[in-house]
């Protein structure tokens, strides 16, 4: 189990970038993939993107991609979500997770894979403005 911190919410305007970042203490040796996720009012929570510990590889959400990069900087036990070109649709609360134990990273991002993470932050809330 990871203790995980999400930060770097904020209000900003479309078309803005902000920079999430997630503090894991440990993650490196107990976990093989990262996620970054949101929720709006009124609708379920998505996955947004995810990263391998090992090596970096990265997916994404297919509303996201091409805007949104997922990093990692393992000295720092932190994941970031760098997020341009922010659209009003972006506003949501955002969440940080690791995933379960003896799962595998997705490689494609749908409804199910919030189940196979835990280790919840309380998240962050972004708020992007037409």
């Known amino acids: 189990q990871v203790q995980v911190a999400e930060s770097g919410g904020g209000s900003v305007q479309a078309g803005d970038s902000l920079r999430l970042a997630c503090t894991a203490p440990?993650?490196?040796?107990?976990?093989?993939?990262m996620g970054w996720f949101r929720q709006s009012p009124g609708k379920e929570r998505e996955a947004v993107a995810v990263?391998?510990?090992?090596?970096?590889?990265?997916h994404y959400a297919s509303s996201v991609e091409g805007r949104f990069t997922i990093s990692q900087d393992k000295a720092k036990d932190t994941v970031y979500l760098q997020m341009d070109d922010l659209k009003s649709e972006d506003t949501a609360m955002y969440y940080c997770?690791?995933?379960?134990?003896?799962?595998?990273?997705?490689?494609?991002?749908?409804?199910?894979?919030?189940?196979?993470?835990?280790?919840w932050g309380s998240g962050t809330q972004v708020t992007v403005s037409s």
């Open positions: 990263i391998l510990t090992d090596g970096g590889l990265a």
């Open positions: 997770a690791a995933i379960l134990r003896l799962r595998a990273c997705p490689r494609t991002l749908g409804p199910t894979t919030e189940s196979i993470f835990g280790d």
């Open positions: 440990g993650y490196t040796s107990s976990k093989r993939c």
